[in-house]
């Protein structure tokens, strides 16, 4: 076994490239989807919950509060697209493309390539149930950022007991 494994640590992979938290502040490659919250270009209090399905690339966009978004009826919606851009700066272009499932044919994947080639494919419109669930795992994110800086081990990150003692 590795050391990482024997850890009661995370691996934690680095970003591809350092991204600007203010726009897409929260994106994720989870539950079978690209998703994550995107700020509002109009309004400083109104959050978008995106997301796009690996595989099918059915997208749904929505405000925190369940409101559909106005720029998705029947394509991707500029919030989608910056999640799709942001997705590529924090886990790169490869492995965004791999997780979604989209062939890029013009050699190296970029944003623009992978959002155009699954705009190609003309996804249906999902439904916005994933939403709560992103939208709630983004909250408790932010709840960690008010935590004073700290060497001790937080009981609710602990997610496994401890086998054995350290010598």
């Known amino acids: 076994m590795s050391d990482w494994e024997r850890s009661s640590t995370a691996r934690v992979i680095a970003p591809a490239r350092p991204r600007k938290l203010a726009k897409v502040p929260f994106v994720e490659l989870a539950d079978g989807r690209l998703q994550g919250v995107v700020s509002s270009g109009s ?31 029947g ?8 999640l799709i851009t942001e997705a590529v700066l924090q886990y790169g272009a490869e492995r965004v493309a791999r997780y979604l499932r989209v062939e890029v044919v ?39 950022l008010e935590l004073a800086p700290t060497t001790a081990p937080l009981p609710e990150m602990q997610w496994f007991p401890p086998t054995r003692t350290v010598a």
């Not at 309004?43 to 997208?59: C, K, L, P, Q, W």
């Not at 050699?107 to 249906?124: K, L, V």
Request: net charge positive.
């Open 106 to 144: 013009d050699g190296e994947p970029a944003a623009q390539s992978i959002s155009g080639a699954m705009s190609d494919t003309r996804p249906s419109q999902g439904d916005t149930t994933a939403a709560a669930p992103v939208f709630s795992r983004f909250l408790r994110h932010l709840a960690y």
């Open 43 to 73: 309004d400083i209090e109104r959050v978008y919950v995106s997301s796009v399905a690996a595989g099918t690339y059915a997208f749904a966009c929505s405000t925190n509060n369940n409101r559909p978004c106005g720029g998705a009826r």
């Open 75 to 82: 394509s991707f919606c500029n919030h989608i697209r910056s």
